[in-house]
């Protein structure tokens, strides 16, 4: 018998619609700088048809705001300090930093087609998708 997926919120389809990553509880602490506590937030990924669950690797950091987009996960993290932009590709399983951010937190980010676009010191800020152009902007 398969069980479904547990509660989740925020969550981004994988391409094919057989994953999901997501947040399994929503967390308001990463809006408290360098917050380490028990509710730290983290990026899980089911698999849909038989509910397996994988954990984008982090060391006490909050992780939020995932989009799926090819085969890398995209998420907003403050695991360097300020809230940055951060890739988990889901082949090689490694996280990877996309964006410096020495300036100020990321307070948003979404996806859309060839590019994620953040929200940093009121203004927005478009970073492409594509790996060829990934370390230009």
């Given at each position: 018998?398969?069980?479904?997926?547990?509660?989740?919120?925020?969550?981004?389809?994988?391409?094919?619609?057989?994953?999901?990553?997501?947040?399994?509880?929503?967390?308001?602490?990463?809006?408290?700088?360098?917050?380490?506590?028990?509710?730290?937030?983290?990026?899980?990924?089911?698999?849909?048809?038989?509910?397996?669950?994988?954990?984008?690797?982090?060391?006490?950091?909050?992780?939020?705001?995932?989009?799926?987009?090819?085969?890398?996960?995209?998420?907003?993290?403050?695991?360097?300090?300020?809230?940055?932009?951060?890739?988990?590709?889901?082949?090689?399983?490694?996280?990877?930093?996309?964006?410096?951010?020495?300036?100020s937190d990321i307070l948003s980010a979404s996806a859309g087609p060839g590019a994620i676009v953040c929200e940093r010191f009121g203004s927005l800020h478009l970073y492409p998708t594509f790996r060829?152009?990934?370390?230009?902007?």
């Amino acid at each position: 018998m398969a069980l479904s997926p547990p509660s989740a919120i925020y969550g981004s389809l994988s391409p094919d619609g057989k994953r999901i990553a997501y947040l399994p509880f929503a967390s308001q602490y990463y809006w408290w700088k360098r917050y380490r506590g028990g509710a730290t937030s983290r990026i899980w990924i089911a698999d849909l048809p038989d509910c397996r669950i994988e954990k984008i690797p982090r060391d006490n950091s909050n992780d939020f705001n995932p989009m799926w987009i090819d085969d890398r996960i995209y998420f907003l993290s403050d695991r360097d300090g300020l809230i940055s932009l951060f890739a988990y590709d889901v082949a090689t399983k490694k996280v990877s930093k996309v964006i410096d951010n020495p300036e100020s937190d990321i307070l948003s980010a979404s996806a859309g087609p060839g590019a994620i676009v953040c929200e940093r010191f009121g203004s927005l800020h478009l970073y492409p998708t594509f790996r060829s152009f990934e370390g230009v902007v």
